[in-house]
């Protein structure tokens, strides 16, 4: 058995993971809130994307004729961009009953969105119903390709891809621009942002904005591999918590690297001891939390009060 | 704010309704006198999943046994009574199974409790069903061991399980396919009592398995599998993985284009599982127990009433989980009226052995229950992807059927130990 194939597939879904945590990441570590409503608008994600790409399927038949005829290649790249904002909407309506958790124990806003959770999936059964569905794919991403005597999944190498690509750009936001400052900078020192005249009620609106559209754009990638249910959310929360608390709570690139050790750790574990797949990440977080009690990169945050 | 002392008196008053009231309409397995004496409804428990990985089969089990008892309350219930039902969630968890299960019977005095699609819950519910003696029907679960080694003097089994199938397809898939097979196993109870038997048949046939690798619950990455798969290079993959790890995998499998080779023979295929997928995710060959389209006497009729009795229902026509909580319901419903009585030991003498013509349950060859391990021995019926079909509701194209004798569980009749009638407890309600 070749090993390389398979490190070729722990750095896929690694960066997979990094895509599905992303979202998470960036409201924990600048709001310190942990969302479990992150799963349910990842499916949320999916579900918009649903609508907008194939919206016979939803049941959406009078509404447009001339816009079902669109090329399917044109409806994915809208479904892309529409989606997460409509996932931005839900969760800034979310962060809107957040806000009196602000400064209280990090258990109300954990209760909080839990709660938000269970509502958004029923939400979802009620509008699209509890049965499994399909989301269609443009041809060009769709399909196999033979590379080194193996086939894979264009699909999953697109997803891989476009993973790096978000990636890269929350870093850019984040590091090299001015709101990415602001943003950090709400975290660390709330009270001086805000003698600096920064409305900071808007800010965290816009940062859990920001967060729940990325899990929105999760849910669209990932949903072509996974399957679309009502329930596929819950899937991703432990993951991703795990992944965020592996590399380190408020850590950017922890979360990245840690994501890619999860991959790698799954993906090889997959190829020789299949049934050890899932515990090894869970086996990873001890090894590492044994020795960094933090994760991998992670500072003191207000969760550890 | 003043309170009442509670006095002697009133503590001996209230203590001696209560013993009085225990007694005559208590819980109790040999003494239930007002519910025996009364015609009030017969009240069944309906113990299928509404959330969690079985919910969507679960609801179709469901709608299956309420269109059975809703045809025999139009014709004025059973024994004069009607009939009423209470559904409470089981969870797809056994320990939510087991709570429901006491519940229904010790508070909510049910005379039946039916329903099961995960075999771990109705491993569950049966323990606590023969505790009490209260007749089960597992309708919908598949694994060997529910009417093997988890058999029951109160439990009936209804679909056919992972061997039924297994027997059905293998020596088939040896023939044409070839020798060397690999297993993809769902790593629990129902994934290795199916890989065992598949494992058994396939040395039997002149097969070899060339490896085999087991699928931890939860898992929604297959490549590593897939590429495991590509690299052992055997002619057939005999697949038993469930739920929403069988959705995940077979999304991946289409993606990848291997659903036509290697071979693959996936145990069987729930109806409400693919139902509106595309048919490139309905790779291999499958199995069932009954589909919408078979070309038989009563199915078309059969199919019309569920539309009618459902008509905003997401799934357009019945499947094989509808059907078996359909039948399943029904042939009970006929014993109580036969039998005269709720009383269940009498009840259970009559499902035990039954025969039930092929006519009447829509299929290719009579059934009956065998009496030894209490499972419902019926036609198992192979299919693929019906390919180039009009109709988005005709996803299979049935390709043979069985005869239920050439396909039993014999390993069952040795493994089940069914409990004595005298250490069943008996009841009338």
Same mark, same amino acid.
């Given at each position: 058995m070749t090993l390389l194939p398979h490190i070729l597939n722990g750095l896929t879904l690694g960066l997979l993971f990094a895509l599905i945590a992303l979202g998470f990441m960036l409201i924990v570590s600048v709001?310190?809130?942990?969302?479990?409503a992150h799963g349910s608008l990842f499916a949320l994600g999916a579900y918009f994307a649903l609508w907008l790409i194939a919206p016979e399927l939803a049941?959406?038949?009078?509404?447009a004729d001339a816009y079902a005829g669109l090329p399917i290649a044109l409806r994915y790249g809208l479904a892309l961009v529409i989606a997460p904002l409509g996932v931005a909407a839900v969760g800034m309506g979310l962060e809107a009953c957040l806000r009196r958790t602000y400064g209280k124990a990090p258990l109300y806003g954990l209760l909080l969105t839990f709660g938000a959770a269970l509502v958004l999936e029923e939400v979802i059964r009620t509008v699209w119903g509890p049965t499994e569905q399909h989301l269609p794919l443009p041809d060009a991403i769709n399909g196999a390709t033979l590379f080194a005597g193996i086939i894979y999944s264009k699909y999953k190498l697109y997803a891989a891809g476009f993973a790096l690509v978000a990636v890269f750009c929350v870093w850019l936001f984040l590091e090299k621009t001015p709101y990415g400052a602001i943003v950090k900078a709400g975290a660390h020192d709330s009270e001086m942002v805000r003698a600096l005249g920064i409305d900071l009620g808007r800010l965290r609106m816009l940062v859990f904005g920001l967060g729940a559209a990325l899990a929105g754009l999760a849910g669209i990638v990932m949903v072509p591999i996974w399957g679309l249910r009502p329930h596929v959310g819950i899937d991703i929360v432990i993951p991703a918590f795990l992944i965020i608390v592996l590399g380190g709570v408020g850590s950017f690139w922890g979360a990245v690297v840690a994501s890619i050790l999860v991959g790698l750790a799954v993906g090889l574990t997959g190829a020789y001891a299949t049934e050890w797949s899932l515990i090894s990440m869970y086996l990873l977080l001890i090894l590492v939390l044994t020795f960094r009690a933090r994760g991998l990169f992670g500072r003191k945050s207000i969760l550890e009060n | 704010m003043s309170q009442k002392p509670i006095t002697r008196r009133s503590l001996l008053t209230g203590s001696g309704v209560l013993v009085a009231g225990a007694t005559f309409m208590g819980p109790w397995a040999h003494t239930r006198v007002y519910a025996a004496m009364s015609d009030k409804p017969l009240k069944i428990g309906l113990t299928s999943d509404a959330s969690g990985q079985y919910a969507n089969s679960g609801a179709s089990d469901r709608r299956g046994m309420l269109m059975a008892i809703d045809e025999f309350n139009q014709n004025g219930g059973v024994l004069g009574r009607k009939i009423e039902t209470i559904h409470i969630d089981t969870e797809t968890t056994p320990a939510t199974g087991s709570r429901v299960a006491e519940r229904l019977i010790s508070?909510?005095?049910? $005379?039946f409790l039916i329903g099961a699609v995960s075999s771990g819950v109705a491993n569950a519910i049966s323990q606590v069903a023969q505790k009490h003696g209260t007749i089960y029907l597992n309708t919908n679960s598949s694994s060997?061991?529910?009417?093997?080694?988890?058999?029951?003097?109160?439990k009936f089994v209804w679909d056919g399980n992972g061997t039924n199938f297994a027997k059905a397809a293998v020596r088939n898939a040896i023939d044409s396919f070839g020798k060397n097979w690999m297993l993809v196993t769902n790593d629990y109870v129902w994934g290795h009592d199916t890989s065992a038997a598949t494992r058994k048949l396939v040395d039997s046939y002149g097969g070899t398995i060339v490896d085999e690798v087991l699928v931890p619950q939860g898992t929604r990455d297959f490549s590593s599998i897939l590429v495991n798969v590509q690299q052992a290079a055997p002619d057939v993959v005999a697949a038993a993985v469930g739920g929403d790890d069988q959705k995940a995998m077979r999304q991946q499998v289409a993606q990848l284009g291997m659903g036509e080779k290697p071979a693959w023979i996936n145990n069987q295929q729930d109806w409400p599982d693919v139902y509106? *997928?595309? *048919? #490139?995710? *309905?790779?291999g060959v499958f199995g069932t127990t009954w589909y919408w389209k078979l070309d038989l006497p009563g199915v078309a009729d059969f199919v019309k009433r569920y539309q009618t009795q459902y008509p905003d229902t997401a799934m357009r026509v019945p499947g094989n989980v509808f059907y078996n909580g359909y039948v399943a319901t029904r042939e009970l419903l006929r014993c109580v009226e036969e039998a005269g009585t709720t009383n269940n030991i009498a009840v259970i003498k009559l499902l035990e052995g039954r025969k039930m013509s092929a006519e009447d349950r829509m299929q290719h060859n009579d059934a009956w229950i065998d009496p030894a391990t209490h499972q419902v021995q019926q036609t198992i019926y192979l299919a693929t992807a019906n390919e180039?079909? $009009? #109709?988005? #509701? #005709?996803?299979f194209k049935i390709v043979s059927h069985t005869a239920p004798d050439t396909v039993a569980d014999t390993a069952a009749q040795d493994e089940c130990k069914l409990e004595s009638y005298e250490d069943t407890p008996s009841y009338e309600v």
């Open positions: 709001m310190e809130v942990i969302n479990l049941g959406f038949t009078e509404v | 508070r909510e005095e049910c $005379a060997p061991s529910e009417s093997g080694e988890n058999c029951h003097r109160v509106g *997928l595309p *048919l #490139d995710n *309905l790779f180039g079909t $009009a #109709d988005p #509701d #005709d996803m």
